[in-house]
Structures are given as C-alpha cells and as structure tokens.
C-alpha cells in the first residue's frame, strides 16, 4: 500500500466521525478495493476523520502576512463555506481538495466577529459532515458569532451529521426543496481483516503491554465487549449533539426531538415540518433577501 493510501486508511478507519451513513458507504467502496486489494464488505455502520497541521491563529497570521482575505463580503455580508468533508487541521480554508477544515472555520469566523466591516455572515453548506474532534468547538464559535451578529445557514445541497451541528448554530436555515439536512448522530467504522489475512496466509502477533492497547485493532474480529464500549462513546457525542443543536434552534427543535429522529436524513418540507430548518428557499433568493434584510439595519 502507497504511503498516501495508507494514510487515507489511518483517516477512514477506527475513529468516530459524525458522517451520513450513505456517503461513508460510497467512500468505503470506491476506496476499498484500493486501501484493501478486494472489495469489502460492510457490515453495520460506518465513519470517517481527517486531519493537518496548524492552529487557528497561526493560520489567521499567515493571512495577514500575505494579505489574503479570509472570505468575501458582499454589501457588509461574510461568505463562508462549510462544503465537501469536514476535517479537524489543515491550513487550507473554503473547499480546497474537497474539505473545509474546522481551523480553516475557526479562523474565518474569528474574523467575522471582529471585522467591522462584516455587519452579517452566511454559511453556504453543502457537507455530508466528518470528524467529531473539532466540530463541537467550531459549533461554540459559531455560535457566539451569531449571539453577536445576524447569521443565516444557506443550505445548497445538504447538511448532515456534523455539517448540520454548525448549521444548526445560525440563527436561520434555509435548504433546498429536495436539500436534505439532519443524520443526528455518530458512528465508527472497524474493519476486519483477519479474514484476508487468513486467506492470505498471513498471520500477525500483536505483543502489547495494558489490558486494552489493542482493542479495536484491525487484525482480529471485533469483541462484544469493545464493540459495546464504542457504542457507548458514541451515545454520549449523539447526546451531547442533540444539546447543541437543540441551543442553537432554541424552541424550533428540542434535544429530546433531536434524539427522536434516530439520526434519519431528512428532506426539505419534513425538515422544516420537523424544526431542523426555517424555510424551503432558493440558495441565491436566499441570500439576496437576507443581504437586502442586513442592508436595512
């Protein structure tokens, strides 16, 4: 396996993401036969996390230095987008190689809220979601922007798992007639290849010292045990997600309606039925309509 691939493998596989179920699917099968030689075979539910390299107020230096925007704005309003997967580190901000990272977000939102220039900001999402670690933290953030300055979410496709958690934190949010939001909840994907190796005839002796060092490891089949112990983490980030979606709807979505929706996906008008978003829009009427709303502030 190429050093990229096996760092793909290492971002993929055995750590939580909060991911649609159905785009962790495809990934897993388009990369699949490359990460493992064959395809594979899923079997429960899967996940997804990334990662690179700086802090957020690194980065928001380095953007100053070389005199770089860290977003449009248009008549006072900020643009920010929160497209493709959402990953913890990376200097780049926006959509560069598929990803927005929550430092890139992080810095962009600090930005916002003390450029005076910036009388509004709009989140352009259009993300199946991705890693956990990061998104609870950006969804502070954004939250605080919104508590200081008025901010809409403007779905262009959709937004689930982690995506819909920073969605959540606008104050409004407007999708797509057939935009989907909403996959409240977590999930981890283990992969097994004791199997492949078996065939193989590979063997591989893991000599590790602490009683739970190898839990997990991809070389052995997965224990009830372990199994039920990452269930339980993934309980409590599912819950802890529900409370801040539920603050950042205030009364539109309760964390125990949150929690009733068992992580479904749903589309516009169930969405917006539901409490998940405001209103059915056209992305581009959306925005002309909040930026001529913030014009007559």
């Known amino acids: 396996m190429s050093l990229f691939l096996s760092r793909v493998a290492a971002e993929l596989l055995n750590t939580p993401l909060a991911i649609d179920q159905a785009r962790a699917h495809i990934m897993m099968q388009a990369l699949g036969p490359r990460l493992f030689g064959k395809p594979v075979v899923i079997a429960g539910q899967p996940d997804l996390q990334p990662q690179a390299g700086l802090l957020p107020q690194r980065l928001d230096v ?3 230095r070389e005199g770089r925007n860290a ?7 900020a643009v920010i987008e929160i497209e493709g997967a959402l990953v913890h580190k990376g200097s780049w901000i926006g959509m560069d190689c598929g990803e927005t990272s929550y430092e890139g977000l992080r810095t962009q939102i600090a930005r916002a809220r003390r450029d005076n220039a910036v009388r509004a900001a709009v989140f352009e999402v259009d993300s199946p979601g991705g890693a956990v670690s990061g998104v609870f933290e950006t969804a502070a953030d954004l939250a605080r922007l919104s508590a200081e300055k008025p901010t809409m979410a403007i779905l262009t496709s959709s937004a689930c798992s982690a995506a819909y958690l920073l969605a959540s934190q606008a104050r409004r949010i407007v999708m797509p007639e057939f935009g989907f939001a909403g996959s409240i909840g977590a999930v981890v994907m283990h992969v097994d290849y004791s199997a492949m190796l078996d065939e193989a005839g590979v063997k591989v002796t893991l000599i590790s010292s602490g009683a739970h060092k190898v839990d997990g ?6 224990s009830t045990e372990v199994a039920d112990r990452i269930r339980a983490d993934l309980d409590q980030v599912r819950s802890r997600f529900a409370e801040v979606v539920a603050g950042g709807r205030r009364k539109a979505l309760t964390a125990k309606a949150a929690m009733a929706t068992e992580a479904q996906v749903f589309s516009g008008r169930e969405a917006v039925t539901l409490g998940l978003a405001d209103a059915i829009g056209d992305p581009l009427e959306a925005f002309a309509a909040f930026r001529a709303e913030v014009s007559r502030l």
């Open 71 to 77: 977003f449009p704005v248009i008549d006072g309003v």
């Open 62 to 64: 380095r953007l100053q």
């Open 217 to 222: 490891n991809p070389f052995q089949q997965l």
